[in-house]
Protein backbone atom coordinates (compact mmCIF):
# COMPACT_ATOMS: atom_id res chain seq x y z
CA UNK A 1 0.00 0.00 0.00
CA UNK A 2 1.36 3.01 -0.97
CA UNK A 3 2.03 5.98 1.39
CA UNK A 4 -0.75 8.71 -0.35
CA UNK A 5 -3.02 5.65 0.26
CA UNK A 6 -2.36 5.08 3.78
CA UNK A 7 -2.34 8.83 4.29
CA UNK A 8 -5.40 9.20 2.91
CA UNK A 9 -6.92 6.40 4.98
CA UNK A 10 -5.60 7.82 8.08
CA UNK A 11 -6.93 11.46 7.14
CA UNK A 12 -10.97 9.70 6.25
CA UNK A 13 -10.67 7.66 9.29
CA UNK A 14 -9.82 10.63 11.44
CA UNK A 15 -12.71 12.34 9.56
CA UNK A 16 -15.04 10.09 10.66
CA UNK A 17 -13.87 10.45 14.08
CA UNK A 18 -14.49 13.91 14.52
CA UNK A 19 -17.98 13.78 12.94
CA UNK A 20 -18.66 10.90 15.60
CA UNK A 21 -18.14 12.51 18.33
CA UNK A 22 -19.37 15.73 16.72
CA UNK A 23 -23.15 14.19 16.69
CA UNK A 24 -22.96 12.06 19.96
CA UNK A 25 -24.94 14.90 21.35
CA UNK A 26 -27.84 14.34 18.98
CA UNK A 27 -27.63 10.06 19.38
CA UNK A 28 -28.99 11.56 22.88
CA UNK A 29 -31.57 13.38 21.40
CA UNK A 30 -32.66 10.06 19.90
CA UNK A 31 -35.56 9.01 22.51
CA UNK A 32 -37.24 12.65 21.82
CA UNK A 33 -37.39 11.86 17.85
CA UNK A 34 -38.50 8.57 18.77
CA UNK A 35 -41.24 9.10 21.06
CA UNK A 36 -44.06 11.28 18.62
CA UNK A 37 -43.77 8.20 16.44
CA UNK A 38 -44.05 5.73 19.22
CA UNK A 39 -47.44 7.53 20.47
CA UNK A 40 -48.74 7.95 16.84
CA UNK A 41 -48.15 3.92 16.36
CA UNK A 42 -49.98 2.95 19.91
CA UNK A 43 -52.87 5.00 18.87
CA UNK A 44 -53.45 3.45 15.35
CA UNK A 45 -53.08 0.21 16.95
CA UNK A 46 -55.72 0.94 19.79
CA UNK A 47 -57.84 2.86 16.93
CA UNK A 48 -57.51 -0.40 14.74
CA UNK A 49 -58.67 -2.57 17.55
CA UNK A 50 -61.86 0.04 18.59
CA UNK A 51 -62.79 0.38 15.09
CA UNK A 52 -62.85 -3.15 14.27
CA UNK A 53 -61.09 -3.81 11.13
CA UNK A 54 -60.29 -7.28 10.94
CA UNK A 55 -56.54 -6.58 11.30
CA UNK A 56 -55.23 -9.57 12.96
CA UNK A 57 -52.40 -7.56 14.61
CA UNK A 58 -50.30 -4.94 13.67
CA UNK A 59 -46.92 -5.76 11.94
CA UNK A 60 -43.72 -6.34 14.37
CA UNK A 61 -41.48 -3.56 14.37
CA UNK A 62 -39.00 -6.14 12.50
CA UNK A 63 -41.00 -7.67 10.27
CA UNK A 64 -42.48 -4.29 9.18
CA UNK A 65 -38.87 -2.96 7.87
CA UNK A 66 -38.69 -5.51 5.74
CA UNK A 67 -42.36 -5.91 4.34
CA UNK A 68 -42.98 -1.88 3.18
CA UNK A 69 -42.15 -2.94 -0.18
CA UNK A 70 -43.63 -2.22 -3.46
CA UNK A 71 -45.92 -6.28 -3.16
CA UNK A 72 -48.02 -5.44 -5.84
CA UNK A 73 -45.75 -3.68 -8.68
CA UNK A 74 -42.07 -4.71 -8.06
CA UNK A 75 -41.68 -6.68 -5.03
CA UNK A 76 -37.40 -6.13 -3.60
CA UNK A 77 -38.22 -8.30 -0.45
CA UNK A 78 -38.78 -11.90 -1.90
CA UNK A 79 -36.90 -15.12 -1.05
CA UNK A 80 -37.18 -18.17 -3.35
CA UNK A 81 -35.70 -21.52 -2.37
CA UNK A 82 -35.56 -24.49 -4.54
CA UNK A 83 -35.47 -28.57 -3.33
CA UNK A 84 -34.80 -31.26 -5.52
CA UNK A 85 -35.52 -34.49 -5.32
CA UNK A 86 -35.11 -37.93 -6.46
CA UNK A 87 -38.66 -39.48 -6.68
CA UNK A 88 -41.65 -38.10 -7.33
CA UNK A 89 -43.74 -35.60 -5.02
CA UNK A 90 -47.21 -36.67 -5.02
CA UNK A 91 -49.03 -32.79 -4.99
CA UNK A 92 -52.43 -33.93 -3.39
CA UNK A 93 -50.53 -35.08 -0.32
CA UNK A 94 -48.09 -32.29 -0.36
CA UNK A 95 -51.40 -29.74 -0.51
CA UNK A 96 -53.86 -31.92 2.11
CA UNK A 97 -50.68 -31.86 4.50
CA UNK A 98 -49.96 -28.14 4.31
CA UNK A 99 -53.39 -27.76 5.26
CA UNK A 100 -53.49 -29.70 8.35
CA UNK A 101 -50.52 -28.10 9.56
CA UNK A 102 -51.16 -24.10 8.53
CA UNK A 103 -55.12 -25.35 10.21
CA UNK A 104 -52.91 -26.09 13.77
CA UNK A 105 -54.45 -23.89 16.70
CA UNK A 106 -53.60 -23.68 20.66
CA UNK A 107 -55.45 -24.21 23.28
CA UNK A 108 -57.32 -20.94 22.81
CA UNK A 109 -58.45 -21.81 19.52
CA UNK A 110 -56.45 -19.80 17.68
CA UNK A 111 -54.15 -20.42 14.80
CA UNK A 112 -50.67 -21.15 15.33
CA UNK A 113 -49.26 -19.59 11.94
CA UNK A 114 -51.95 -17.12 11.48
CA UNK A 115 -50.11 -15.09 8.81
CA UNK A 116 -50.05 -17.62 6.18
CA UNK A 117 -53.37 -17.15 5.82
CA UNK A 118 -53.48 -13.44 6.08
CA UNK A 119 -52.26 -10.58 3.72
CA UNK A 120 -50.95 -7.34 4.06
CA UNK A 121 -53.36 -4.07 4.91
CA UNK A 122 -52.44 -0.67 5.33
CA UNK A 123 -54.23 1.49 7.10
CA UNK A 124 -52.63 4.95 9.43
CA UNK A 125 -49.33 4.57 7.43
CA UNK A 126 -48.60 1.38 9.81
CA UNK A 127 -49.02 -2.75 8.51
CA UNK A 128 -51.52 -4.99 9.89
CA UNK A 129 -51.76 -8.83 9.38
CA UNK A 130 -55.44 -8.69 7.64
CA UNK A 131 -57.59 -12.05 7.59
CA UNK A 132 -58.11 -13.63 3.94
CA UNK A 133 -61.65 -13.95 4.46
CA UNK A 134 -61.55 -16.53 0.96
CA UNK A 135 -58.50 -18.41 1.42
CA UNK A 136 -57.90 -21.10 -0.11
CA UNK A 137 -54.48 -23.62 0.30
CA UNK A 138 -54.83 -24.33 -3.57
CA UNK A 139 -54.33 -20.78 -4.51
CA UNK A 140 -50.98 -20.82 -2.70
CA UNK A 141 -49.80 -24.53 -3.41
CA UNK A 142 -50.24 -25.20 -7.24
CA UNK A 143 -48.69 -27.45 -10.08
CA UNK A 144 -45.81 -26.28 -12.01
CA UNK A 145 -47.19 -25.77 -15.82
CA UNK A 146 -44.51 -26.33 -18.04
CA UNK A 147 -43.78 -25.62 -21.23
CA UNK A 148 -44.03 -29.32 -22.30
CA UNK A 149 -44.54 -32.94 -20.70
CA UNK A 150 -40.88 -32.48 -18.69
CA UNK A 151 -39.59 -29.97 -17.72
CA UNK A 152 -35.91 -28.84 -17.99
CA UNK A 153 -33.41 -27.48 -15.56
CA UNK A 154 -32.64 -24.25 -18.18
CA UNK A 155 -36.72 -23.60 -18.20
CA UNK A 156 -36.90 -23.72 -14.65
CA UNK A 157 -33.41 -21.97 -13.96
CA UNK A 158 -35.22 -19.00 -15.96
CA UNK A 159 -38.89 -19.72 -14.54
CA UNK A 160 -36.71 -18.92 -10.87
CA UNK A 161 -35.23 -16.12 -12.03
CA UNK A 162 -38.33 -14.24 -12.55
CA UNK A 163 -39.61 -15.44 -9.22
CA UNK A 164 -38.17 -12.85 -7.00
CA UNK A 165 -39.37 -9.92 -8.83
CA UNK A 166 -43.40 -11.08 -9.69
CA UNK A 167 -45.62 -9.38 -8.46
CA UNK A 168 -47.86 -10.81 -5.74
CA UNK A 169 -51.89 -11.31 -5.79
CA UNK A 170 -53.64 -8.49 -3.84
CA UNK A 171 -55.27 -9.58 -0.88
CA UNK A 172 -53.92 -12.99 -0.64
CA UNK A 173 -50.88 -13.95 2.17
CA UNK A 174 -47.21 -13.35 0.02
CA UNK A 175 -46.23 -17.09 -0.40
CA UNK A 176 -46.93 -19.79 -2.60
CA UNK A 177 -45.51 -23.60 -3.13
CA UNK A 178 -44.96 -24.92 -6.30
CA UNK A 179 -44.48 -28.62 -6.71
CA UNK A 180 -42.27 -29.56 -10.15
CA UNK A 181 -42.56 -32.97 -11.84
CA UNK A 182 -40.95 -34.87 -14.37
CA UNK A 183 -38.02 -32.51 -13.84
CA UNK A 184 -35.12 -33.44 -15.94
CA UNK A 185 -30.95 -32.67 -15.09
CA UNK A 186 -28.49 -34.01 -17.25
CA UNK A 187 -26.22 -34.97 -13.94
CA UNK A 188 -29.28 -37.40 -13.53
CA UNK A 189 -30.19 -38.88 -16.81
CA UNK A 190 -33.41 -41.16 -16.76
CA UNK A 191 -34.37 -40.94 -13.22
CA UNK A 192 -37.39 -39.99 -11.58
CA UNK A 193 -36.94 -36.05 -10.19
CA UNK A 194 -39.08 -33.61 -8.84
CA UNK A 195 -38.40 -29.85 -7.38
CA UNK A 196 -40.11 -28.20 -4.14
CA UNK A 197 -40.36 -24.27 -4.66
CA UNK A 198 -40.87 -21.70 -2.10
CA UNK A 199 -41.58 -18.25 -2.70
CA UNK A 200 -42.28 -15.84 0.27
CA UNK A 201 -41.76 -12.41 1.09
CA UNK A 202 -39.26 -11.69 3.57
CA UNK A 203 -42.10 -9.33 5.48
CA UNK A 204 -43.15 -13.09 6.43
CA UNK A 205 -39.70 -14.12 7.53
CA UNK A 206 -35.84 -14.62 7.35
CA UNK A 207 -34.93 -17.61 5.29
CA UNK A 208 -34.53 -20.21 8.55
CA UNK A 209 -37.65 -19.18 9.66
CA UNK A 210 -39.13 -19.84 6.31
CA UNK A 211 -37.68 -23.01 5.92
CA UNK A 212 -38.68 -23.92 9.38
CA UNK A 213 -42.39 -23.34 8.49
CA UNK A 214 -42.70 -25.06 5.22
CA UNK A 215 -40.29 -28.14 5.53
CA UNK A 216 -42.42 -28.66 8.73
CA UNK A 217 -46.04 -28.40 6.32
CA UNK A 218 -44.36 -31.52 4.22
CA UNK A 219 -42.93 -33.41 7.21
CA UNK A 220 -39.33 -32.96 6.57
CA UNK A 221 -38.34 -30.35 9.44
CA UNK A 222 -37.59 -33.27 12.12
CA UNK A 223 -35.29 -34.83 9.68
CA UNK A 224 -33.22 -31.34 8.77
CA UNK A 225 -33.07 -29.70 11.76
CA UNK A 226 -30.35 -32.10 13.49
CA UNK A 227 -28.53 -32.20 10.51
CA UNK A 228 -28.62 -28.25 10.28
CA UNK A 229 -25.22 -26.87 11.64
CA UNK A 230 -25.42 -24.26 14.04
CA UNK A 231 -25.59 -20.55 12.99
CA UNK A 232 -22.14 -18.33 13.69
CA UNK A 233 -22.89 -15.19 15.85
CA UNK A 234 -21.47 -12.26 16.19
CA UNK A 235 -19.88 -11.59 19.49
CA UNK A 236 -22.81 -9.57 20.96
CA UNK A 237 -24.94 -11.52 20.06
CA UNK A 238 -24.89 -14.26 22.90
CA UNK A 239 -25.41 -12.48 25.99
CA UNK A 240 -23.72 -9.25 25.53
CA UNK A 241 -23.10 -7.63 28.70
CA UNK A 242 -23.67 -4.20 30.15
CA UNK A 243 -20.08 -2.99 29.05
CA UNK A 244 -20.66 -4.57 25.84
CA UNK A 245 -23.88 -2.52 25.69
CA UNK A 246 -22.26 0.35 26.49
CA UNK A 247 -19.47 0.34 24.37
CA UNK A 248 -22.04 -0.69 21.54
CA UNK A 249 -23.78 3.18 22.42
CA UNK A 250 -20.67 5.55 22.62
CA UNK A 251 -19.57 3.54 19.33
CA UNK A 252 -22.85 4.03 17.37
CA UNK A 253 -22.26 7.52 16.34
CA UNK A 254 -18.84 6.17 14.51
CA UNK A 255 -20.75 2.77 13.10
CA UNK A 256 -23.61 4.26 12.22
CA UNK A 257 -21.26 6.48 9.45
CA UNK A 258 -18.87 3.44 8.54
CA UNK A 259 -22.37 1.24 8.16
CA UNK A 260 -24.50 3.91 6.62
CA UNK A 261 -21.97 6.84 4.10
CA UNK A 262 -19.04 5.16 4.89
CA UNK A 263 -20.25 1.89 2.76
CA UNK A 264 -21.13 4.44 -0.19
CA UNK A 265 -19.30 2.64 -3.44
CA UNK A 266 -18.38 4.35 -6.35
CA UNK A 267 -17.80 1.50 -9.72
CA UNK A 268 -18.85 0.35 -12.64
CA UNK A 269 -21.56 -2.30 -10.64
CA UNK A 270 -23.40 0.78 -9.79
CA UNK A 271 -25.92 2.50 -11.73
CA UNK A 272 -28.74 4.59 -11.22
CA UNK A 273 -31.71 2.57 -9.35
CA UNK A 274 -34.75 3.27 -12.22
CA UNK A 275 -32.03 1.86 -14.56
CA UNK A 276 -32.30 -1.28 -12.79
CA UNK A 277 -34.23 -4.25 -14.55
CA UNK A 278 -34.17 -6.14 -11.28
CA UNK A 279 -33.63 -9.98 -13.12
CA UNK A 280 -30.32 -11.29 -13.03
CA UNK A 281 -27.69 -12.97 -15.29
CA UNK A 282 -26.22 -15.65 -13.04
CA UNK A 283 -23.29 -18.44 -12.83
CA UNK A 284 -22.79 -20.65 -10.71
CA UNK A 285 -19.90 -22.56 -9.08
CA UNK A 286 -20.06 -26.48 -6.96
CA UNK A 287 -16.75 -27.23 -4.66
CA UNK A 288 -16.75 -30.28 -2.21
CA UNK A 289 -17.06 -28.62 1.23
CA UNK A 290 -13.91 -30.51 3.36
CA UNK A 291 -12.27 -29.94 0.41
CA UNK A 292 -12.42 -26.26 0.82
CA UNK A 293 -12.25 -26.54 4.62
CA UNK A 294 -9.30 -28.43 4.53
CA UNK A 295 -7.65 -25.09 2.63
CA UNK A 296 -8.83 -22.77 4.99
CA UNK A 297 -6.89 -24.31 7.68
CA UNK A 298 -3.76 -24.73 5.33
CA UNK A 299 -4.35 -20.78 4.79
CA UNK A 300 -5.06 -20.07 8.59
CA UNK A 301 -8.17 -18.38 8.10
CA UNK A 302 -11.54 -19.03 8.81
CA UNK A 303 -14.15 -20.86 6.14
CA UNK A 304 -15.89 -17.40 5.49
CA UNK A 305 -13.16 -15.74 5.34
CA UNK A 306 -11.49 -17.79 2.26
CA UNK A 307 -14.54 -17.86 0.44
CA UNK A 308 -14.93 -14.25 0.65
CA UNK A 309 -11.38 -13.70 -0.41
CA UNK A 310 -11.87 -15.77 -3.66
CA UNK A 311 -14.77 -14.10 -4.78
CA UNK A 312 -13.02 -10.30 -3.70
CA UNK A 313 -10.12 -11.96 -6.08
CA UNK A 314 -12.72 -12.79 -8.93
CA UNK A 315 -14.21 -9.52 -9.04
CA UNK A 316 -11.01 -7.52 -8.86
CA UNK A 317 -9.59 -9.68 -12.10
CA UNK A 318 -12.76 -8.96 -13.75
CA UNK A 319 -12.83 -5.34 -13.11
CA UNK A 320 -9.08 -5.11 -14.24
CA UNK A 321 -9.65 -7.28 -17.59
CA UNK A 322 -12.40 -5.19 -18.33
CA UNK A 323 -10.75 -1.64 -17.94
CA UNK A 324 -12.89 -0.62 -15.06
CA UNK A 325 -11.43 1.53 -12.14
CA UNK A 326 -10.34 -0.38 -8.93
CA UNK A 327 -11.60 0.54 -5.51
CA UNK A 328 -9.79 -0.40 -2.67
CA UNK A 329 -12.61 -1.49 -1.38
CA UNK A 330 -16.56 -2.24 -1.99
CA UNK A 331 -18.99 -3.18 0.20
CA UNK A 332 -21.31 -5.96 0.19
CA UNK A 333 -24.54 -6.19 3.13
CA UNK A 334 -25.73 -9.06 4.72
CA UNK A 335 -27.74 -10.50 6.77
CA UNK A 336 -27.01 -11.85 10.47
CA UNK A 337 -28.44 -14.28 11.97
CA UNK A 338 -29.72 -13.68 15.94
CA UNK A 339 -30.25 -16.06 18.77
CA UNK A 340 -33.55 -16.77 20.51
CA UNK A 341 -35.37 -18.15 17.09
CA UNK A 342 -38.78 -19.14 18.35
CA UNK A 343 -40.25 -21.80 16.25
CA UNK A 344 -43.32 -21.25 16.82
CA UNK A 345 -43.42 -18.00 14.87
CA UNK A 346 -42.76 -17.02 11.93
CA UNK A 347 -40.33 -14.01 12.48
CA UNK A 348 -37.34 -12.05 10.82
CA UNK A 349 -34.49 -12.86 13.97
CA UNK A 350 -31.63 -10.98 11.88
CA UNK A 351 -30.10 -7.74 11.85
CA UNK A 352 -28.27 -6.03 8.52
CA UNK A 353 -24.33 -5.50 8.24
CA UNK A 354 -22.03 -4.39 5.97
CA UNK A 355 -18.30 -5.62 5.22
CA UNK A 356 -15.93 -4.32 3.00
CA UNK A 357 -13.99 -6.48 0.41
CA UNK A 358 -10.73 -6.06 0.02
CA UNK A 359 -10.58 -5.49 -3.83
CA UNK A 360 -7.69 -2.67 -4.42
CA UNK A 361 -5.06 -4.97 -2.47
CA UNK A 362 -2.77 -6.48 -5.25
CA UNK A 363 -0.78 -9.29 -3.41
CA UNK A 364 -2.54 -12.44 -3.08
CA UNK A 365 -1.34 -13.52 0.25
CA UNK A 366 -2.69 -9.68 1.63
CA UNK A 367 -5.61 -9.93 0.19
CA UNK A 368 -7.00 -13.45 1.70
CA UNK A 369 -5.56 -12.79 5.29
CA UNK A 370 -7.14 -8.91 5.13
CA UNK A 371 -10.53 -10.29 4.18
CA UNK A 372 -10.36 -12.75 7.20
CA UNK A 373 -9.28 -9.89 9.39
CA UNK A 374 -12.27 -7.99 8.14
CA UNK A 375 -14.48 -10.55 8.83
CA UNK A 376 -13.33 -11.43 12.30
CA UNK A 377 -13.61 -7.65 13.07
CA UNK A 378 -16.97 -7.27 11.95
CA UNK A 379 -18.31 -10.23 13.98
CA UNK A 380 -16.43 -8.80 16.66
CA UNK A 381 -17.38 -5.15 16.95
CA UNK A 382 -20.80 -3.65 18.34
CA UNK A 383 -22.00 -3.01 14.61
CA UNK A 384 -24.03 -5.96 14.57
CA UNK A 385 -25.34 -5.47 17.92
CA UNK A 386 -26.05 -1.56 16.88
CA UNK A 387 -28.10 -3.06 13.71
CA UNK A 388 -29.77 -5.22 15.92
CA UNK A 389 -31.02 -3.00 18.35
CA UNK A 390 -31.86 0.06 16.16
CA UNK A 391 -34.08 -2.22 13.63
CA UNK A 392 -37.13 -1.57 15.66
CA UNK A 393 -36.87 2.16 15.71
CA UNK A 394 -36.52 2.02 11.87
CA UNK A 395 -40.04 0.19 12.62
CA UNK A 396 -41.83 2.88 14.56
CA UNK A 397 -41.81 4.67 11.10
CA UNK A 398 -44.61 5.15 9.18
CA UNK A 399 -44.38 3.00 5.73
CA UNK A 400 -43.38 5.93 4.01
CA UNK A 401 -40.78 6.90 5.52
CA UNK A 402 -39.66 3.15 5.67
CA UNK A 403 -39.78 3.00 2.44
CA UNK A 404 -37.94 6.78 1.53
CA UNK A 405 -34.84 6.19 3.99
CA UNK A 406 -34.58 2.44 4.48
CA UNK A 407 -32.86 1.65 1.03
CA UNK A 408 -29.18 0.57 -0.16
CA UNK A 409 -28.09 2.89 -1.53
CA UNK A 410 -24.70 2.59 -0.50
CA UNK A 411 -23.17 -1.11 -1.49
CA UNK A 412 -22.21 -3.08 -4.39
CA UNK A 413 -23.44 -6.17 -3.53
CA UNK A 414 -25.67 -8.34 -1.40
CA UNK A 415 -24.60 -11.45 -0.47
CA UNK A 416 -26.61 -14.05 1.36
CA UNK A 417 -24.73 -17.08 3.18
CA UNK A 418 -27.11 -20.21 4.13
CA UNK A 419 -26.04 -23.52 5.71
CA UNK A 420 -27.89 -26.00 5.02
CA UNK A 421 -28.57 -29.61 6.18
CA UNK A 422 -25.39 -32.08 6.02
CA UNK A 423 -26.98 -34.82 4.81
CA UNK A 424 -29.30 -35.73 2.24
CA UNK A 425 -32.84 -35.64 4.08
CA UNK A 426 -35.72 -38.21 2.68
CA UNK A 427 -39.01 -37.17 2.22
CA UNK A 428 -41.03 -40.35 3.40
CA UNK A 429 -44.58 -38.27 3.33
CA UNK A 430 -45.24 -37.15 0.22
CA UNK A 431 -46.28 -40.22 -1.75
CA UNK A 432 -43.52 -42.55 -2.48
CA UNK A 433 -40.04 -41.96 -0.58
CA UNK A 434 -38.02 -38.97 -1.98
CA UNK A 435 -34.63 -38.27 -1.21
CA UNK A 436 -33.27 -34.52 -1.47
CA UNK A 437 -30.61 -34.15 -4.18
CA UNK A 438 -30.18 -30.50 -4.14
CA UNK A 439 -30.69 -26.73 -2.23
CA UNK A 440 -30.56 -23.83 -4.40
CA UNK A 441 -32.17 -20.00 -2.63
CA UNK A 442 -31.95 -16.48 -4.38
CA UNK A 443 -33.50 -13.23 -2.98
CA UNK A 444 -34.21 -9.87 -4.07
CA UNK A 445 -31.46 -7.11 -3.44
CA UNK A 446 -33.49 -5.06 -1.11
CA UNK A 447 -34.68 -1.75 -2.07
CA UNK A 448 -32.02 0.78 -3.37
CA UNK A 449 -29.80 0.21 -6.72
CA UNK A 450 -27.95 -2.83 -5.82
CA UNK A 451 -27.47 -4.92 -8.65
CA UNK A 452 -25.36 -7.48 -7.82
CA UNK A 453 -26.28 -10.60 -5.36
CA UNK A 454 -23.53 -12.88 -3.94
CA UNK A 455 -25.11 -16.18 -2.62
CA UNK A 456 -23.16 -18.99 -0.43
CA UNK A 457 -25.07 -22.29 0.37
CA UNK A 458 -23.14 -25.35 2.03
CA UNK A 459 -25.56 -28.25 1.91
CA UNK A 460 -25.41 -32.16 1.22
CA UNK A 461 -21.35 -31.37 1.67
CA UNK A 462 -20.93 -29.21 -1.12
CA UNK A 463 -20.22 -25.71 -1.35
CA UNK A 464 -22.10 -23.42 -3.86
CA UNK A 465 -21.59 -20.17 -5.09
CA UNK A 466 -23.89 -18.41 -6.60
CA UNK A 467 -23.30 -14.70 -8.47
CA UNK A 468 -26.29 -13.15 -9.82
CA UNK A 469 -25.50 -9.04 -11.68
CA UNK A 470 -28.55 -7.43 -12.75
CA UNK A 471 -29.40 -7.62 -16.89
CA UNK A 472 -28.61 -3.81 -16.89
CA UNK A 473 -25.31 -4.00 -15.45
CA UNK A 474 -23.68 -7.32 -17.60
CA UNK A 475 -24.14 -9.72 -20.50
CA UNK A 476 -24.15 -13.28 -19.67
CA UNK A 477 -21.14 -13.30 -21.66
CA UNK A 478 -19.47 -10.91 -19.10
CA UNK A 479 -21.17 -13.00 -15.85
CA UNK A 480 -19.61 -16.08 -17.30
CA UNK A 481 -16.43 -14.49 -17.57
CA UNK A 482 -16.47 -12.95 -13.87
CA UNK A 483 -17.51 -16.42 -12.60
CA UNK A 484 -14.62 -17.68 -14.62
CA UNK A 485 -12.67 -15.24 -12.32
CA UNK A 486 -13.78 -16.40 -8.98
CA UNK A 487 -12.88 -20.26 -10.49
CA UNK A 488 -9.34 -19.03 -11.04
CA UNK A 489 -9.23 -17.91 -7.80
CA UNK A 490 -10.38 -20.57 -5.80
CA UNK A 491 -7.90 -22.69 -8.03
CA UNK A 492 -5.04 -20.43 -7.08
CA UNK A 493 -6.09 -20.67 -3.46
CA UNK A 494 -6.30 -24.77 -3.45
CA UNK A 495 -3.54 -24.85 -4.97
CA UNK A 496 -1.22 -23.23 -2.50
CA UNK A 497 -1.18 -22.81 1.23
CA UNK A 498 -0.73 -19.33 1.76
CA UNK A 499 3.25 -19.17 1.89
CA UNK A 500 3.78 -17.07 -0.75
CA UNK A 501 3.13 -13.38 -1.95
CA UNK A 502 2.48 -12.20 -5.75
CA UNK A 503 0.43 -10.00 -7.29
CA UNK A 504 -3.18 -11.77 -8.97
Same mark, same amino acid.
Given at each position: ??????????? &???????????? +????????????? +??????????????????????????????????????????????????????????????????????????????????????????????? !? !???????????? @????? &???? @????? +??????????????????????? !????? @?????????????????????????????????????????????????????????????????????????????????? +????????????????????????????????? &?????????????????????????????????????????????????????????????????????????????????????????????????????????????? &?????????????????????????????????????????????????????????????????????????????????????????????
Amino acid at each position: MTFIRKLSNFL &TELIFILVAVLS +FPSFLLLPLFILP +FYIYRTIIKCLSKTLNLKAAKIMTLRNSVVANDNLYTRPEQTVVISIGFKGRLDYQITLDMATAHFDKRNDKNELLFPEFKQYYSSWGGYLFWKN !D !DSFEMSNHIRKY @EGKSS &TVSY @EELKE +FCLELPRKPYTRKRSPWEVLVVN !DFQHD @EFPGEELSVLILRVHHGLGDGFSILESFTSAVGMWENIKEKLPLPIYSSGAVNPSFWYYLWMFLSSPYHSLKQGPGSYDINA +FRIKGKNLQKKLRTGHLKYELDFIKGNCKKWGV &TFSGFVFAAVCGGFRNFMLENDMKVPEYFHVGMPFPWPGRNSSKVQNRMCVCIMKFPVGTALLEERVQLTDEIWKKLKKSPAPLMNWTFMPIFGLLPGFLVKMFIRNNFT &TAVLSNFPGPEDKIELRSAGEPCLTEDIEFVTGLWRGNCGVGIGILSAHGILKVNIGVDEAILEQTQVDALKSHIEKEFKILTNHSGVFNCEV
